[in-house]
């Protein structure tokens, strides 16, 4: 009942910059939370970034300095602002998102398809 469109993912050289963003659309009365998790090929998903309702953020510490989470309430999507990029950051990178249904006040948790970031001269 909750969908994600994830864009923004492809090749970039070390050092460069991308932006992924998340878009949630259904039937959604409240937003509790919005994340980016990432996993690399032989690796287990770890949380790259989120951010709560209430404005806080949290970051992996391999990315502290280098990535910015942020997030347009209105149109329910977050970003996320991937700055010196490094060939470490190679992964599969996908949106979560937790709320509470509309109509219903079910709790929601939902993830993208994934989006490819490879960083490599």
């Known amino acids: 009942q909750v969908q994600l469109v994830e864009s923004g993912g492809g090749l970039v050289q070390p050092g460069g910059s991308l932006r992924l963003s998340c878009k949630a659309s259904g039937s959604i009365f409240h937003i509790v939370a919005m994340g980016w998790y990432r996993q690399a090929p032989g690796k287990q998903r770890e949380l790259v970034a989120t951010t709560n309702a209430g404005g806080g953020r949290d970051y992996a510490d391999s990315v502290k300095g280098r990535f910015n989470i942020f997030k347009d309430n209105a149109k329910n999507t977050v970003h996320l602002q991937m700055n010196s990029l490094k060939p470490e950051d190679t992964a599969v990178y996908s949106c979560?998102?937790?709320?509470?249904?509309?109509?219903?006040?079910?709790?929601?948790?939902?993830w993208g398809q994934g989006t490819q970031v490879l960083v490599s001269s």
């Open positions: 979560n998102v937790r709320g509470y249904l509309d109509g219903t006040r079910s709790v929601f948790d939902s």
